[in-house]
């Protein structure tokens, strides 16, 4: 294994927990506790199964013995990542933007 596959194995796996695991927790709790209206609940509809495909992606890429496909899966896992975050919190904002 290179240095470089691991070392994208490592921020893969915190891309993952910062950026995808944190901000879901987040937007439910402030849905669930009633802090921010009630259709910032649907954007969990899509943001909760794109953060689920990164962390699959995520767990196949660390697992793969090939580099060029563990990169490619870790790369994906990564940019499903950050389409949940878009639209959770780029959603969260706009729609806290509206209702004001």
């Known amino acids: 294994m290179t240095s470089a596959l691991r070392a994208l194995r490592w921020y893969a796996g915190l891309a993952l927990v910062f950026f995808g695991l944190l901000p879901v927790v987040m937007i439910t ?11 910032v609940g649907l954007l969990l509809i ?19 013995p090939d580099p060029e496909r563990a990169t490619r899966r870790l790369h994906l896992s990564m940019a ?5 975050d878009v639209l959770l919190l780029g959603g969260n904002a706009l729609i806290r933007m509206a209702s004001s």
């Open 29 to 39: 709790l402030l849905v669930s506790r009633g802090n921010t209206p009630g259709s």
């Open 46 to 64: 899509g943001g909760i199964p794109l953060v689920l495909a990164g962390l699959i992606s995520a767990v196949r890429g660390m697992t793969d």
């Open 80 to 84: 499903f990542v950050a389409g949940a």
